[in-house]
């Protein structure tokens, strides 16, 4: 006889549990910390250090007044988005000096979220170019910092030179709903990407 409850029946076995790897990337000071903490479900493992002369001249810390450290190894944290789907997120250092990193991160990703300042656009140049050399389906995120210049998607897009087939959004890295929203548009354009590349090499006929 069966005295399992009804939720311990319906309940996943852990062999049907899927985990899935999403990077998030962007340069210095876009958010990126911030947004693995506000989503994560666990203590969020950071490798913060106070920040040195040795980034001066390197990365441009007058438009994000009050920082004082920065991410030099990585961010981590996890969310569970379904009873079946676990997501893991890494966090990218943001100074340049540390990208040498990143290869490594994003090894076994399904997919990534790029974020953006509109404080500084030219920024965002240098982790779009990566994400598509390396062919990881990815989107843009549009952090809206307090004060920061408002634009519609379709100018970040177009001053960016983002492809029409990649994803791009607005959110706030501080809130969790906000979040949530973001890593749900990266897990279903890696899956859209994955269907199109697999349709594409199924020969017809």
């Known amino acids: 006889m069966d005295f399992a409850s009804s939720e311990e029946r319906t309940r996943p ?15 210095f000071g876009v958010g990126k910390t911030t947004l693995v903490g506000a ?3 666990i203590e969020p493992l950071t490798t913060e250090a106070v920040m040195t002369v040795a980034g001066q001249g390197i990365d441009d810390a ?17 969310i569970t988005m379904a009873d079946d789907l676990i997501l893991y997120l890494f966090g990218t250092p943001g100074q340049t ?13 399904v997919g990534a979220a790029v974020l953006v300042d509109t404080r500084r656009l030219t920024d965002a140049f240098a982790p779009l170019d990566y994400f598509e050399n390396r062919h990881l389906p990815y989107l843009v995120a549009v952090n809206c910092f307090d004060g920061a210049p408002r634009y519609e998607p379709e100018e970040v897009r177009e001053a960016l030179a983002i492809p029409a087939r990649v994803p ?9 709903d906000s979040v949530k929203t973001v890593l749900i548009s ?9 269907v199109a590349e697999h349709e594409r090499a199924t020969p017809v006929g």
């Open 13 to 27: 076995h852990p062999a049907e549990i899927t985990s899935a790897k999403i990077v998030v990337a962007g340069g």
């Open 39 to 41: 989503v994560s479900e």
């Open 62 to 78: 007058s438009k994000v007044p009050g920082k004082e450290s920065t991410t030099v190894a990585m961010d981590f944290g996890r």
């Open 97 to 109: 000096r540390f990208w040498f990193m990143w290869d490594e991160l994003i090894r076994g990703a």
């Open 168 to 176: 791009l959004v607005m959110c706030d890295a501080r809130h969790r």
């Open 186 to 194: 990266v897990v279903e354009h890696a899956m859209a990407t994955l």
